[in-house]
Protein backbone atom coordinates (compact mmCIF):
# COMPACT_ATOMS: atom_id res chain seq x y z
CA UNK A 1 0.00 0.00 0.00
CA UNK A 2 1.88 3.49 -1.15
CA UNK A 3 1.48 6.30 1.43
CA UNK A 4 1.50 9.86 0.94
CA UNK A 5 1.12 12.30 3.21
CA UNK A 6 -2.15 14.30 2.89
CA UNK A 7 -3.19 17.77 4.57
CA UNK A 8 -6.71 16.51 4.42
CA UNK A 9 -8.73 14.79 4.73
CA UNK A 10 -6.69 13.86 8.24
CA UNK A 11 -9.64 13.04 10.35
CA UNK A 12 -12.18 10.05 8.94
CA UNK A 13 -15.12 8.23 10.34
CA UNK A 14 -16.12 4.79 9.41
CA UNK A 15 -19.87 3.72 9.86
CA UNK A 16 -19.20 -0.02 8.19
CA UNK A 17 -15.98 -2.13 9.51
CA UNK A 18 -17.19 -5.99 10.39
CA UNK A 19 -15.06 -6.78 13.90
CA UNK A 20 -13.91 -10.23 12.13
CA UNK A 21 -12.68 -8.80 8.83
CA UNK A 22 -10.77 -6.13 11.18
CA UNK A 23 -8.50 -8.57 12.22
CA UNK A 24 -4.78 -8.32 10.68
CA UNK A 25 -2.10 -10.38 10.85
CA UNK A 26 -0.62 -8.83 14.12
CA UNK A 27 -4.18 -9.32 15.63
CA UNK A 28 -4.86 -12.90 14.64
CA UNK A 29 -1.09 -13.76 16.36
CA UNK A 30 -1.61 -11.48 19.55
CA UNK A 31 -5.22 -13.26 19.96
CA UNK A 32 -3.39 -16.99 19.82
CA UNK A 33 -1.15 -16.19 21.96
CA UNK A 34 -3.53 -15.39 24.63
CA UNK A 35 -5.28 -18.55 23.97
CA UNK A 36 -2.64 -20.92 23.25
CA UNK A 37 -4.13 -21.24 19.68
CA UNK A 38 -1.40 -23.04 17.39
CA UNK A 39 -1.91 -20.64 14.14
CA UNK A 40 -1.75 -22.60 10.78
CA UNK A 41 0.78 -20.33 9.69
CA UNK A 42 3.14 -17.65 9.82
CA UNK A 43 4.69 -14.55 7.59
CA UNK A 44 3.06 -13.89 4.22
CA UNK A 45 1.27 -17.51 4.17
CA UNK A 46 -0.86 -15.67 7.50
CA UNK A 47 -1.52 -12.33 5.53
CA UNK A 48 -3.17 -14.42 2.67
CA UNK A 49 -5.03 -16.67 4.74
CA UNK A 50 -6.62 -13.60 6.14
CA UNK A 51 -7.24 -11.49 2.94
CA UNK A 52 -8.45 -12.40 -0.47
CA UNK A 53 -7.01 -11.49 -3.58
CA UNK A 54 -7.42 -9.56 -6.36
CA UNK A 55 -8.68 -12.63 -8.16
CA UNK A 56 -11.70 -13.39 -5.80
CA UNK A 57 -14.99 -14.73 -7.23
CA UNK A 58 -17.50 -12.78 -5.52
CA UNK A 59 -18.83 -12.28 -2.37
CA UNK A 60 -19.56 -16.15 -1.60
CA UNK A 61 -15.55 -16.39 -1.65
CA UNK A 62 -14.88 -13.27 0.03
CA UNK A 63 -16.69 -14.57 3.05
CA UNK A 64 -14.32 -17.64 2.85
CA UNK A 65 -11.50 -15.86 4.32
CA UNK A 66 -13.65 -15.17 7.65
CA UNK A 67 -12.66 -18.93 9.40
CA UNK A 68 -9.80 -18.17 11.25
CA UNK A 69 -10.38 -14.95 12.49
CA UNK A 70 -13.96 -16.61 13.96
CA UNK A 71 -11.76 -19.33 15.52
CA UNK A 72 -9.85 -16.42 17.20
CA UNK A 73 -12.61 -15.24 18.77
CA UNK A 74 -15.07 -17.16 20.68
CA UNK A 75 -14.06 -16.03 24.14
CA UNK A 76 -15.46 -13.22 26.40
CA UNK A 77 -11.23 -12.29 26.13
CA UNK A 78 -10.48 -12.82 22.87
CA UNK A 79 -13.79 -10.49 21.89
CA UNK A 80 -13.12 -7.67 24.54
CA UNK A 81 -8.87 -7.67 23.28
CA UNK A 82 -10.05 -7.69 19.70
CA UNK A 83 -12.56 -4.83 19.15
CA UNK A 84 -10.18 -2.57 21.40
CA UNK A 85 -7.01 -3.77 19.22
CA UNK A 86 -9.20 -2.62 16.05
CA UNK A 87 -10.63 0.83 17.24
CA UNK A 88 -7.29 1.95 18.50
CA UNK A 89 -5.41 0.81 14.99
CA UNK A 90 -8.05 3.02 13.61
CA UNK A 91 -7.52 5.53 15.73
CA UNK A 92 -3.89 5.62 14.62
CA UNK A 93 -4.87 6.17 11.06
CA UNK A 94 -6.93 9.03 11.67
CA UNK A 95 -10.56 7.85 12.87
CA UNK A 96 -12.52 9.91 15.31
CA UNK A 97 -15.76 7.79 15.06
CA UNK A 98 -16.23 4.34 14.30
CA UNK A 99 -19.16 2.15 14.17
CA UNK A 100 -17.73 -1.40 14.42
CA UNK A 101 -20.24 -4.44 14.08
CA UNK A 102 -20.72 -8.07 14.75
CA UNK A 103 -22.38 -11.13 14.65
CA UNK A 104 -23.00 -12.25 18.74
CA UNK A 105 -24.58 -15.77 16.85
CA UNK A 106 -21.25 -16.39 15.16
CA UNK A 107 -18.52 -16.47 18.56
CA UNK A 108 -21.04 -18.89 20.33
CA UNK A 109 -19.29 -21.71 19.50
CA UNK A 110 -17.45 -22.55 22.68
CA UNK A 111 -19.90 -21.79 24.62
CA UNK A 112 -20.45 -18.31 25.32
CA UNK A 113 -24.14 -16.93 24.92
CA UNK A 114 -24.63 -14.09 22.41
CA UNK A 115 -25.56 -12.02 25.19
CA UNK A 116 -21.71 -13.21 26.98
CA UNK A 117 -20.22 -11.71 23.07
CA UNK A 118 -22.21 -8.26 23.11
CA UNK A 119 -20.79 -7.37 26.65
CA UNK A 120 -17.31 -8.89 25.81
CA UNK A 121 -17.46 -6.66 22.88
CA UNK A 122 -18.67 -3.39 24.91
CA UNK A 123 -15.72 -3.89 26.86
CA UNK A 124 -13.55 -3.77 24.49
CA UNK A 125 -14.39 -0.55 22.84
CA UNK A 126 -14.97 1.38 26.35
CA UNK A 127 -11.30 0.80 27.18
CA UNK A 128 -10.37 2.34 23.75
CA UNK A 129 -9.44 5.95 23.34
CA UNK A 130 -11.94 7.12 20.28
CA UNK A 131 -15.63 7.41 20.32
CA UNK A 132 -17.78 4.11 18.95
CA UNK A 133 -20.94 2.52 18.15
CA UNK A 134 -21.89 -1.02 18.08
CA UNK A 135 -24.00 -2.32 15.18
CA UNK A 136 -25.38 -5.64 16.12
CA UNK A 137 -25.34 -8.21 12.76
CA UNK A 138 -28.46 -10.63 12.24
CA UNK A 139 -27.09 -12.91 9.39
CA UNK A 140 -28.60 -13.99 6.72
CA UNK A 141 -29.10 -17.86 5.98
CA UNK A 142 -31.62 -20.42 6.41
CA UNK A 143 -32.96 -22.54 10.53
CA UNK A 144 -31.55 -19.43 12.64
CA UNK A 145 -34.58 -17.46 12.80
CA UNK A 146 -34.35 -18.08 16.63
CA UNK A 147 -30.65 -16.99 16.91
CA UNK A 148 -31.58 -13.46 14.67
CA UNK A 149 -34.51 -12.82 16.61
CA UNK A 150 -32.24 -12.99 20.07
CA UNK A 151 -29.66 -10.72 18.33
CA UNK A 152 -32.54 -8.46 17.91
CA UNK A 153 -34.04 -8.84 21.33
CA UNK A 154 -30.56 -7.71 22.60
CA UNK A 155 -30.13 -4.80 20.45
CA UNK A 156 -33.37 -3.58 21.94
CA UNK A 157 -32.59 -4.48 25.58
CA UNK A 158 -28.73 -3.27 24.89
CA UNK A 159 -30.02 0.49 22.99
CA UNK A 160 -27.77 3.11 24.20
CA UNK A 161 -26.73 1.09 27.01
CA UNK A 162 -23.81 -0.24 24.35
CA UNK A 163 -25.49 -0.51 21.34
CA UNK A 164 -26.78 1.90 18.52
CA UNK A 165 -28.35 -0.27 15.62
CA UNK A 166 -28.61 -3.31 14.36
CA UNK A 167 -27.93 -4.82 10.58
CA UNK A 168 -28.18 -7.65 8.55
CA UNK A 169 -25.24 -9.48 6.95
CA UNK A 170 -24.10 -12.67 4.84
CA UNK A 171 -24.51 -14.30 1.61
CA UNK A 172 -27.22 -12.17 0.01
CA UNK A 173 -26.84 -13.38 -3.70
CA UNK A 174 -28.01 -16.68 -1.61
CA UNK A 175 -30.24 -15.82 0.43
CA UNK A 176 -32.21 -12.63 -0.43
CA UNK A 177 -33.66 -9.82 1.57
CA UNK A 178 -37.60 -10.75 1.08
CA UNK A 179 -36.81 -13.92 3.32
CA UNK A 180 -36.62 -11.64 5.98
CA UNK A 181 -39.74 -9.89 6.21
CA UNK A 182 -40.86 -11.22 9.86
CA UNK A 183 -37.57 -10.67 11.28
CA UNK A 184 -37.49 -7.29 10.53
CA UNK A 185 -41.53 -6.53 11.15
CA UNK A 186 -40.40 -7.59 15.10
CA UNK A 187 -37.57 -4.97 14.79
CA UNK A 188 -39.56 -2.58 13.05
CA UNK A 189 -42.03 -2.85 16.23
CA UNK A 190 -38.97 -2.36 18.80
CA UNK A 191 -37.81 0.84 17.58
CA UNK A 192 -33.91 0.07 17.12
CA UNK A 193 -32.87 1.44 13.85
CA UNK A 194 -31.15 -0.22 11.30
CA UNK A 195 -29.12 -0.68 8.24
CA UNK A 196 -29.13 -3.86 6.04
CA UNK A 197 -26.41 -4.91 3.02
CA UNK A 198 -28.32 -4.77 0.05
CA UNK A 199 -27.54 -4.26 -3.59
CA UNK A 200 -24.09 -5.83 -3.18
CA UNK A 201 -24.39 -8.96 -4.86
CA UNK A 202 -28.19 -9.01 -5.39
CA UNK A 203 -29.74 -6.33 -7.29
CA UNK A 204 -31.88 -3.17 -6.85
CA UNK A 205 -34.85 -5.12 -5.91
CA UNK A 206 -33.02 -5.95 -2.61
CA UNK A 207 -32.64 -2.23 -1.81
CA UNK A 208 -35.98 -1.70 -2.57
CA UNK A 209 -37.36 -4.36 -0.25
CA UNK A 210 -34.80 -3.27 3.01
CA UNK A 211 -36.25 0.48 2.56
CA UNK A 212 -39.90 -1.28 2.10
CA UNK A 213 -38.77 -2.97 5.82
CA UNK A 214 -37.64 0.18 7.42
CA UNK A 215 -33.17 0.45 7.14
CA UNK A 216 -32.88 4.15 7.65
CA UNK A 217 -29.34 3.40 5.94
CA UNK A 218 -27.93 0.67 3.45
CA UNK A 219 -24.80 -1.27 3.50
CA UNK A 220 -23.42 -0.83 0.38
CA UNK A 221 -26.32 -0.01 -2.33
CA UNK A 222 -23.97 -0.12 -5.01
CA UNK A 223 -26.38 -1.89 -7.54
CA UNK A 224 -28.96 0.74 -7.45
CA UNK A 225 -28.65 2.29 -10.55
CA UNK A 226 -30.26 -0.68 -12.45
CA UNK A 227 -33.12 1.23 -11.48
CA UNK A 228 -33.21 4.76 -11.83
CA UNK A 229 -36.64 5.27 -9.97
CA UNK A 230 -34.94 4.04 -6.75
CA UNK A 231 -31.83 6.10 -6.99
CA UNK A 232 -34.35 8.98 -6.80
CA UNK A 233 -36.22 7.74 -4.18
CA UNK A 234 -32.87 7.29 -2.13
CA UNK A 235 -31.85 10.87 -3.10
CA UNK A 236 -34.97 12.14 -2.48
CA UNK A 237 -35.50 10.49 1.10
CA UNK A 238 -31.56 11.16 2.13
CA UNK A 239 -30.73 7.59 2.62
CA UNK A 240 -27.71 7.30 3.21
CA UNK A 241 -25.39 4.24 1.54
CA UNK A 242 -22.12 2.87 3.52
CA UNK A 243 -20.20 2.51 -0.06
CA UNK A 244 -16.72 0.38 0.45
CA UNK A 245 -14.98 0.71 -3.17
CA UNK A 246 -11.81 -2.05 -2.42
CA UNK A 247 -14.76 -4.47 -0.74
CA UNK A 248 -17.09 -3.76 -4.11
CA UNK A 249 -13.76 -3.90 -6.25
CA UNK A 250 -12.84 -7.67 -4.58
CA UNK A 251 -16.71 -8.79 -4.44
CA UNK A 252 -17.06 -7.96 -7.87
CA UNK A 253 -20.18 -6.04 -6.90
CA UNK A 254 -20.01 -4.57 -10.27
CA UNK A 255 -17.68 -6.27 -12.59
CA UNK A 256 -15.38 -3.67 -13.65
CA UNK A 257 -14.41 -0.81 -11.91
CA UNK A 258 -14.72 1.70 -14.43
CA UNK A 259 -18.69 1.42 -14.09
CA UNK A 260 -18.49 1.91 -10.34
CA UNK A 261 -21.69 4.56 -9.61
CA UNK A 262 -20.06 6.40 -6.56
CA UNK A 263 -19.40 9.55 -8.45
CA UNK A 264 -22.65 9.29 -10.11
CA UNK A 265 -24.78 8.99 -6.91
CA UNK A 266 -22.80 11.29 -5.34
CA UNK A 267 -23.35 14.46 -8.26
CA UNK A 268 -27.21 13.50 -7.89
CA UNK A 269 -27.41 14.30 -4.37
CA UNK A 270 -26.84 10.95 -2.39
CA UNK A 271 -25.95 10.70 1.12
CA UNK A 272 -22.56 8.78 -0.23
CA UNK A 273 -19.86 7.38 2.57
CA UNK A 274 -17.02 5.63 2.41
CA UNK A 275 -15.42 3.18 4.49
CA UNK A 276 -13.82 0.02 4.79
CA UNK A 277 -15.95 -2.96 5.47
CA UNK A 278 -13.75 -5.64 5.93
CA UNK A 279 -9.98 -4.24 6.24
CA UNK A 280 -7.82 -7.20 6.98
CA UNK A 281 -9.05 -9.36 4.41
CA UNK A 282 -9.36 -6.36 1.80
CA UNK A 283 -5.35 -4.99 3.14
CA UNK A 284 -7.13 -1.69 2.91
CA UNK A 285 -8.02 1.22 5.89
CA UNK A 286 -9.96 4.19 5.71
CA UNK A 287 -7.22 6.39 4.61
CA UNK A 288 -6.52 4.10 1.72
CA UNK A 289 -10.15 3.95 0.57
CA UNK A 290 -10.16 7.68 0.50
CA UNK A 291 -7.27 7.56 -1.51
CA UNK A 292 -8.33 5.06 -3.97
CA UNK A 293 -11.44 6.92 -4.42
CA UNK A 294 -9.65 10.16 -5.67
CA UNK A 295 -6.33 8.53 -7.87
CA UNK A 296 -9.01 6.43 -9.26
CA UNK A 297 -12.25 8.42 -9.75
CA UNK A 298 -10.67 12.20 -9.51
CA UNK A 299 -12.98 12.51 -6.02
CA UNK A 300 -12.02 15.95 -5.03
CA UNK A 301 -11.19 17.23 -1.22
CA UNK A 302 -14.13 19.63 -1.03
CA UNK A 303 -15.91 15.85 -2.06
CA UNK A 304 -14.32 14.22 0.25
CA UNK A 305 -15.35 16.62 3.00
CA UNK A 306 -19.33 16.30 1.82
CA UNK A 307 -18.57 12.46 2.23
CA UNK A 308 -17.32 12.73 5.59
CA UNK A 309 -20.04 15.35 6.52
CA UNK A 310 -22.47 12.55 4.79
CA UNK A 311 -20.81 10.04 7.31
CA UNK A 312 -21.21 12.62 10.52
CA UNK A 313 -25.14 12.78 9.33
CA UNK A 314 -25.67 9.05 8.73
CA UNK A 315 -24.29 8.01 12.46
CA UNK A 316 -26.13 5.90 14.63
CA UNK A 317 -25.51 8.83 17.25
CA UNK A 318 -27.16 11.57 19.12
CA UNK A 319 -27.48 14.93 17.78
CA UNK A 320 -24.34 15.96 20.40
CA UNK A 321 -22.16 13.06 18.41
CA UNK A 322 -23.09 14.43 15.03
CA UNK A 323 -22.24 18.09 15.84
CA UNK A 324 -18.69 17.37 17.08
CA UNK A 325 -18.29 14.97 14.55
CA UNK A 326 -19.19 18.06 11.86
CA UNK A 327 -16.70 20.24 13.96
CA UNK A 328 -13.66 18.46 13.72
CA UNK A 329 -14.25 17.76 10.00
CA UNK A 330 -15.61 21.25 8.85
CA UNK A 331 -14.54 24.01 11.48
CA UNK A 332 -17.68 26.36 11.86
CA UNK A 333 -19.93 24.27 9.87
CA UNK A 334 -22.84 24.37 12.49
CA UNK A 335 -22.70 27.71 12.63
CA UNK A 336 -23.73 27.81 9.52
N1 LIG B 1 -19.81 -9.75 6.23
C1 LIG B 1 -18.59 -9.21 6.16
N2 LIG B 1 -18.42 -8.52 5.03
C2 LIG B 1 -19.59 -8.60 4.36
C3 LIG B 1 -20.06 -8.09 3.13
N3 LIG B 1 -19.29 -7.33 2.34
N4 LIG B 1 -21.32 -8.39 2.74
C4 LIG B 1 -22.09 -9.16 3.53
N5 LIG B 1 -21.71 -9.67 4.69
C5 LIG B 1 -20.46 -9.38 5.11
ZN1 LIG C 1 -20.28 -5.33 5.42
Known sequence: MERTDRIFPDKYIDLHLHLDGAVTS????RLADMQGIALPADGEALEKLLSVGDDCKDLNEFLDCFELPLKLLQTTEALNECAYLVAEKMREQGVIYAEIRFAPQLHCEKGLTQRNAVDAVIRGLSRSTIKTGLILCCMRGEGIEEKNLETAELAEEYLGKGVNALDLAGAEGLFPTENFAELFAKI???????????????GAESVRKALE???????????IKEDPELVSLI???GIPLEMCPNSNRLTRAVEDMKDYPFMDYLACGIKVTINTDDPAIESTDIAEEFRYMESRFGLTAEQQRQVLLNSADAAFADDDVKKWLKEQIAPGVNEK
Do not use: N, Y
Not at 188 to 202: L, N, Q, Y
Open 235 to 237: AKR
Open 213 to 223: FGASRIGHGVR
Open 188 to 202: RKSGVPFTIHAGEAD
Open 26 to 29: DIAK
